[in-house]
């Protein structure tokens, strides 16, 4: 029921900056966290920062002190704002909501078609 297009993804040099937004839309986004995840070839996907519908916020350790993630509960979107990109982070972000979770088993909301982030000189 939830969509979500992520957009903003490109590709920049070491040091450079992208912005990313995610649109959510469904009934669940304003009593959900929301996350950022971010995969890339031959990798799992991994949780990079997550939101609270209040605006607490995590971020992995390979990222902290370079990007925050904020949201917008009026618009629905959440964002994530990369500074002093590596090529380490070069991945597909994609944007979710927190997995529901029975009996031990997390089930996403359907992933969108995610945004390239390319860092490279």
């Known amino acids: 029921q939830v969509q979500l297009v992520e957009s903003g993804g490109g590709s920049v040099q070491p040091g450079g900056s992208l912005r990313l937004s995610c649109a959510a839309s469904g009934s669940s986004f304003n009593s959900n966290a929301m996350g950022w995840y971010r995969q890339a070839p031959g990798n799992q996907r991994e949780l990079v920062a997550r939101?609270?519908?209040?605006?607490?916020?995590n971020y992995a350790d390979a990222v902290k002190g370079r990007f925050t993630i904020s949201r917008d509960n009026a618009k629905n979107t959440v964002y994530l704002q990369m500074n002093s990109l590596k090529p380490e982070d070069t991945a597909v972000y994609y944007c979710?909501?927190?997995?529901?979770?029975?009996?031990?088993?997390?089930?996403?909301?359907?992933w969108g078609q995610g945004t390239q982030v390319t860092v490279s000189s």
């Open positions: 939101i609270t519908r209040g605006g607490s916020t």
């Open positions: 979710n909501s927190d997995p529901r979770v029975q009996g031990g088993v997390k089930t996403y909301d359907g």
